[in-house]
């Protein structure tokens, strides 16, 4: 009886021996993971742009001011002083703690809102370009924004129906997001080049 199940082939099922050519598959009911992996095929794709360069100072601004605010976070577990009471050093360093976050949090609500990426042309020191990205909760669409970051007036978004790049069981189509996210850069070149 034991023998007969150890030695057992397992079965195969057929969709194993499939050729996967879509593997990334997100629960598309989630809507944060629906726009992370929107973004980031956007920033893969302008990534792969030569003619594009990203710019990553203020991000880097924004890693310093968060290691600082963690570096302050141990001082106030691991340093005492003799001159200094326990208390004093804990409320002030807990206060400096949320300034700091304050500031992350008032820039990324108030001034940042919803930049994915600054760009400008290789090799030009000119005008930087913005890339805006946003999804409702419940809406259908997702809106793509490409404009100059001294832009006057509202810039022109476009938006493009999530349900267009997945299919019935959550596999993202890359290839026509990839094909929609190309055509709206054209158009924003194409305006670009009008200016």
């Not at 790049?165 to 305006?191: H, M, N, P, Q």
Request: charged share 25%; hydrophobic share 40%; aromatic share 12%.
């Amino acid at each position: 009886m034991g023998a007969s199940s150890s030695t057992a082939a397992p079965e195969r099922k057929d969709s194993d021996d499939e050729l996967v050519l879509n593997d990334i598959h997100i629960e598309t009911g989630d809507q944060n993971a629906v726009k992370n992996l929107l973004d980031d095929t956007i920033v893969e794709i302008f990534r792969g742009k030569k003619e594009f360069t990203a710019h990553y100072g203020w991000d880097n601004a924004k890693l310093l001011l968060m290691l600082l605010a963690a570096v302050i976070a141990a001082i106030s577990h691991f340093y005492s002083h003799p001159a200094i009471s326990e208390q004093v050093l804990i409320y002030s360093c807990v206060g400096a703690f949320f300034f700091i976050h304050a500031l992350l949090y008032g820039y990324s609500v108030l001034i940042e809102k919803d930049i994915l990426l600054r760009l400008s042309r290789t090799g030009s020191a000119g005008k930087m370009i913005l890339v805006r990205t946003t999804f409702p909760y419940t809406e259908p669409h997702y809106t793509v924004s490409i404009h100059h970051a001294d832009a006057k007036g509202t810039p022109k978004k476009v938006e493009l129906y999530v349900g267009r790049y997945f299919d019935k069981d959550g596999y993202f189509e890359k290839e026509a997001f990839t094909k929609d996210i190309e055509t709206v850069l054209s158009r924003f070149e194409k305006v670009d080049k009008q200016q």
